[in-house]
Nanobody, 115 residues
């Protein structure tokens, strides 16, 4: 059974940094794509950053130049390095895995950026 374990959220001042991790378990050696979405209170969930099996990345315009997504394939883990954080980055961040035609979600980790 596939499970996603997220870590690294928390409270940070504007301009600070956080690093999110998402580890997939369940005999996953390669994945189709894996990434992060976020949902702010009262808003829809939307893509933040995605990395596919070949290493190509897709980042939302609002985070380009500040966030970086990377992976450790041996550990089936994806990282989101978030720098120059802004109050508008405050949201619950969810890990998403595309694997063998299925989609899996993590339970989410809260990121709060104070002004």
């Amino acid at each position: 059974q596939v499970q996603l374990v997220e870590s690294g959220g928390g409270l940070v001042h504007a301009g600070g940094s956080l690093r999110l991790s998402c580890a997939a378990s369940g005999n996953i050696f390669t994945f189709d794509a894996m990434g992060w979405y976020r949902q702010a209170p009262g808003k829809q969930r939307h893509l933040v950053a995605l990395i596919n099996a070949s290493g190509s990345t897709n980042l939302a315009e609002s985070v380009k130049g500040r966030f970086t997504i990377s992976r450790d394939s041996a550990k089936a883990t994806v990282y989101l390095q978030m720098n120059s954080l802004k109050p508008e980055d405050t949201a619950v961040y969810y890990c998403k895995l595309f694997f063998k035609g299925n989609v899996y979600w993590g339970q989410g980790t809260q990121v709060t950026v104070s002004s």
